[in-house]
């Protein structure tokens, strides 16, 4: 089952990137290209036929399965980046982290009214991530299919702020 080898393969540092955070580090599972796929297959397999036209991902992370999940699809990658990382016209959206604040942009061009996108991230935690991208994307005047993550951290509740839409996670901790 994947959820016992994602388990085995992930690395857990203490106090990253700050003290009392828990990180989960996802690199030794990268190092593994057979379960790579099988993560891939899980995360689009909700969204397979369900009319979706694009995926976005989340810089940073977001970005190491995005675009595999959209090549298996056939389907455009959207990135959503961090401020400043784009160099055309962008939306901008401010969020809370379980740390501190941040911001993520988005191409004014990058999806339209045409579009019903997932959005991937490699952790669920408070949601605010989640949420802004999404705000992004619907700046961008598209709908928002869903999302997938492949760690789920339950004790942050960020289900709660995306809990209208169909969401994904792989584990959850």
């Known amino acids: 089952m994947i959820t016992r080898e ?9 106090d990253f990137p700050k003290q009392g955070i828990s990180f989960c580090d996802l690199t030794p599972v990268f190092k593994q290209p057979v379960l790579v796929r099988k993560m891939v297959e899980a995360l689009v397999e909700p969204f397979r036929n369900q009319g979706i036209t694009a995926i976005a991902g989340i810089e940073s992370r977001g970005f190491f399965l995005a675009p595999a999940m959209a090549l298996e699809l056939n389907l455009p990658f959207i990135p959503i980046r961090k401020p400043g990382k784009l160099p055309a016209s962008t939306f901008a959206q401010s969020y809370q982290l379980e740390y501190g604040m941040d911001s993520l942009e988005i191409h004014t061009d990058a999806l339209s009214n045409r579009d019903f996108v997932m959005i991937h991230d490699d952790v669920l935690a408070t949601g605010g991530t989640a949420r802004a991208a999404a705000q992004l994307v ?4 598209a709908k928002v299919a869903g999302f997938t ?14 809990k209208t839409l169909p969401t994904t996670s792989l584990l959850t901790f």
């Not at 085995?8 to 540092?13: E, F, G, K, Q, W």
């Not at 993550?149 to 995306?162: D, T």
């Open 6 to 14: 994602l388990q085995d393969a992930i690395r857990m540092v203490q």
């Open 138 to 141: 619907e700046q961008c005047g």
């Open 149 to 162: 993550f492949i760690i789920e951290l339950l004790s942050l509740n960020g289900r709660e702020k995306i």
